[in-house]
């Protein structure tokens, strides 16, 4: 068979993506004879491009789903999209600003046309882009959040929350993104700390000739302060109680209040209250009964009651009333300080606290199942570190704002009577029956529906459902056969956004969990450690590394620095190794293939080498499964890379390797092929594109008879004896080979060598692979041998008889005695610690003990070679 010199990625990724979609390998339907796996893709949205983020969270679920389709259970991977109102609604906006409309000139529905047009024109991009990085999705099964079906679950959910008296409406403090004009959830503000300055701010007392001094950051909110607040117990300020002063600029008269919210040891200890501009602000408000002055509009520049800087942008008002202060000689003094503000969390635009009448979620009640279940393990968050994070979070939870001021997205279901009143129904039709019985005289056009679409997460919040139709048809054989799913592949920022209300959601509609297990990954970052994004110009086009290193190449190259939730580094140098890793693989098929076949015995050695590497593919596929159960993928990954690169390559290939056109015998041949097969099924997961082209070129293969649905290797009981006994040998050839080339000695040139050691049968059993492996004629002796190169594995005794420098030579042995007892002193502190003895299982106990041995005879040998020397 003629094999290219190199592998050439890009043509079989091609081939063999269109073959599994063509061969519909990826597609799932309940199956009552098999066990169903299924992971829903966290759904990117629509205005997304592949990142790194998605690469990684996307190669891990194609893993856990490939190789759940190998073990033949029924795999369910289910992707989609999210219609992100936000982000959306921002790229229409400015897509309708180039053809020279603006979105207040034209109607709701003309400017959900347009949307509706981007969206089909750009919004499946990322999920084509998913199919380059061999991501086997059920694309049959492809959902959109924005949907009818799903719209209309969400919908449904709005309705019966209200009707259970869950959702309501109310005038709050709200968290308000002046760019985006529309209302945020207390977890879409990220804080952040930035440099700021800190205004100390003179107020004159009402028929005094005293003056009060406050501390603020933001001197344009001056306008709407509507009281003055000090600590009841600051002896400071206690002969102020019940008088008044005067807000600055305005000359508006305030009261001077007590209460013990103030902190007495920031800035002056006296605080401006400001209910309308700031969430504590507004709690002391309506405790002391305060006006509420709005003075800043919903695009962030001044309303008209600040009646000062009205329609300047506020923080160009920040550094004008700062200077107008100042002239007026009332700044005392500017301080620059470190604090944290809020950003919105789509925008980035600093967040304007402000009283805004909203539709909430009482959150209360409904969080309490999503709390327990993750606190009792029905749900396991890998890695558990997040259960504390969670359950901070679920305890102090705020009611849910839900309005959004935007237009794409799903219109809320309430619709209002010409007198204020307002209805919550599915449909206009059924609005109107109830408001007829409100009144009467009521036409249809008379009611008005809630012009605000919900927050994206409330629909999202229902996708572990929603998908499967299971809010409008909660006994279909979907969601009975695939529902709880089983695990969900997030990042650890949108575990309050998102994973929290699909639990939530989950136990109100299900009375089940939404998913089994929750893997959270880390955040992508550089080498400096900075989060990679577009704006830093530190992140690659993903496209790009897969057409530079291949798809399989990138895919390794993630997750070789993945460990799960925590951040990892990524260095383009990791698909560089990625890429090597299939060169290797192809090389080593290109040997394999190119070996001449006999039909003659097959010899001791190659015996020996298969029984082994037998053993060790077994034990390893034990190691990979622990892994895998743990959701340590970068680590089974490691195992599969090693048993490869070092066992299969590295050591089997090369005791069983013929000489130089010389041929193999078929038994040894076919035992290779074998084991071929096998870890190309091992790897599979990972590597999809190369194992299903090794698959096939190692065997004729029928239409159906892929990689991708063959069954996945199952580990079998090993021998660990000839494991152990093989380390051993391995460490001598290895020795062996390092001190020719210390000594400049050719591998073509035989090497005598003598062994001191009680186990005999070990190196008669393996003989034959060290006499080939490292050149040797080996015999056994009782006594040292003078005149030699001396070395020790654990507490054998090795001779190389060669001419040698004596004092070289201790000093070689006596570094090596210091370095043992070094380590034996680590491993006596190990195993005198009670905690870790109490502890420890016993195979770590037990292993511990056999080092400590170990080192122990070594110890005693290098003693008695360093007296014979001297």
Partial sequence: ??????????????????????????????????????????????????????????????????????????????????????????????????????????????????????????????????????????????????????????????????????????????????????????????????????????????????????????????????????????????????????????NREIPIIADEYVAMDFGTGCLKVTPAHDINDY?????????????????????????????????????????????????????????????????????????????????????????ENILNDNIQLFPPKFKNTYRHWMENVKDWCISRQLWWGQQIPAYFLPNGEFVVAKSLEEAFALAKSKDSSLKIEDLKQEEDVLDTWFSSGLWAMSVFEGINLPDNEDINYYYPTNVLITAPEILFFWVARMILFGYEYRQEKPFKDVYLTGIVRDQQGRKMSKSLGNSPDPLDLIEKYSADGVRVGMLYCSPAGNDLLFDEKLCVQGRNFCNKIWNALRLIKGWEIIDNQQDNANQKAIHWFENKFNQTLIDIEDHYSKYRISDALMCVYKLIWDDFCGLYLEMIKPDYEKPIDRATFEASLNFFERLMQVLHPFMPFITEEIWHLLADRKEKDCIIVSEYPKAKPFDSKILQESELIFELISTLRNTRNAKGISPKTSLDLFIKTQQKSIYENFGAIIRKLANVNFSFTNESVEKSLSFVIKSEEFFVPVQIDSAEEIGKIQKEIEYVEGFLVSVDKKLSNEKFVQNAKPEILANERQKKADAEGKLEALRKMLLELA
């Fill in 1 to 250: 068979m003629n094999l290219s010199k190199t592998y050439e990625p890009k043509e079989i990724e091609n081939k063999w993506y269109a073959y599994w979609l063509e061969k519909d390998f990826f597609s799932s339907k309940p199956n009552p004879d098999k066990e169903p796996y299924t992971i829903l893709i966290p759904p990117p949205n629509v205005t997304g491009v592949l990142h790194m983020g998605h690469m990684l969270n996307n190669t891990i679920q194609d893993i856990l789903i490939r190789k759940a389709r190998m073990e033949g259970k029924e795999a369910c991977w289910i992707p989609g999209t999210d219609h992100a109102s936000i982000a959306t609604e921002a790229k229409v906006v400015n897509m309708l600003k180039e053809k020279g409309i603006a979105k207040k000139d034209i109607s709701r529905n003309e400017f959900l046309k347009y949307a509706w047009e981007w969206k089909e024109k750009y919004g499946g991009i990322i999920l084509e882009q998913l199919k380059k990085l061999g991501a086997s999705c059920d694309w049959k099964r492809t959902r959109f959040t924005m949907e009818k079906a799903l719209s209309e679950q969400v919908i449904q959910v709005f309705v019966d929350l209200y009707q259970k008296g869950y959702i309501y409406r109310g005038a709050r403090m709200i968290n308000w993104d002046p760019q985006g004009k529309t209302a945020l959830a207390d977890d879409e503000v990220n804080h952040k700390e930035v440099n700021s300055k800190l205004y100390h701010v003179r107020y004159k007392i009402k028929d005094s000739d005293e003056w009060i001094t406050i501390a603020t950051t933001r001197p344009e909110t001056i306008l709407g302060d509507t009281a003055v607040c000090v600590n009841p117990n600051d002896d400071r300020y206690k002969h102020l109680h019940g008088k008044t002063a005067f807000v600055p600029m305005v």
């Fill in 283 to 371: 709690q002391l408000g309506l405790k002391h009964n305060l006006e509420i002055i709005d003075t800043i509009n919903e695009d962030g520049t001044m309303s008209q009651a600040a009646q000062f800087y009205v329609g300047l942008d506020r923080f160009a008002v920040r550094k004008k009333i700062a200077k107008d202060l100042e002239e007026m000689g009332q700044i005392v003094k500017i301080e620059d300080i470190k604090n944290k503000v809020g950003f919105s969390e789509r925008t980035d635009a600093v967040i304007e606290p402000k009283i805004s009448t909203q539709w909430f979620v009482s959150m209360k009640e409904l969080c309490k199942p999503a709390l």
